[in-house]
């Protein structure tokens, strides 16, 4: 889970299928949750997992063009490169 610095919320109103909320909440309580929270607990950890991979996905297409030893050597540059800041 990412950090929220700041630790503020936004409320977002949200709309989805009934059969979608019913299979959440399901899955929720079958994990011991129903309490306060776990509702946008879920969601939150979904949309940051969902950018994480949209972000994966573009960068792996933007390097596509790139053989795999280019990119590990560019990767070991940058690592080097914050290691020594």
Aim: net charge negative; hydrophobic share 40%; glycine share 4%.
């Amino acid at each position: 889970m990412w950090l929220d610095i700041n630790m503020t919320n936004t409320r977002w109103n949200l709309s989805v299928s009934a059969e979608t909320d019913r299979s959440l909440r399901r899955y929720l309580a079958s994990q011991g949750g129903g309490r306060k929270g776990d509702l946008s607990r879920f969601v939150e950890e979904a949309v940051q997992a969902h950018i994480l991979e949209l972000t994966a996905e573009r960068a792996k297409a933007a390097n596509a063009d790139y053989d795999e030893a280019y990119v590990a050597d560019a990767v070991e540059e940058a690592l080097d490169w914050a290691r020594h800041r």
